[in-house]
């Protein structure tokens, strides 16, 4: 990400406002200015280790589904055990998190109503209520970070709405990021709404 940042940089262009997805997130707060490239290195590693390390019973699991949000949701309320969305993707792909044998449950049950779902590889269940005990420790990260305020609009995955021009808040919202949905559908639509009309990934 930060690469085509510095290649767009060269040929003049220079983003109005930026997002990005799960930790994609992060390339878009190097480019808002929020961290410095050797930061968000760091900062990412730490998120990692620290989503990596969490120590429960079950890490559970995830899962693509090749249908809208709203139909998933109908659909995993009839599934028992904790699983939820936890990447809104586009209108016709959510990713699911949850508790291992309910996402399991729930991808053959997606299977008999003829929606494509499959399990993704992933060490835990990411952007869900599974790695919330990761984020005690990651904001002790970063207290730790020289965070700065938005020199560039960037939306939130957790809000989709801006972040705020307070440390604390960018902080809180990074935090929260670990264990909420990507809200990515709200974001392009948010920008769209705004007049962004031109958009490059």
Known sequence: DVAILRLLRQYGLEPDVVCGHS???????VAAGVLEFQDALL???ARAKEMAGVQVPDNGKMASVAAPVEKV???????SGYVAPANKNCPMQTVIAGETKAVEAAVKKFGSLGIQAQEIRVSHAFHSKIVEPAQISYRRFLERMDLKSPRVPILSNVTAAYYPEEVSGVRDLLVAQIASPVEFIRQVERMHKDGVRLFIE
């Open 23 to 29: 930790l994609g997130e992060y390339g878009a707060l």
């Open 43 to 45: 900062a990412v590693s």
């Open 73 to 79: 949701e109908a659909i995993l309320k009839t599934i």
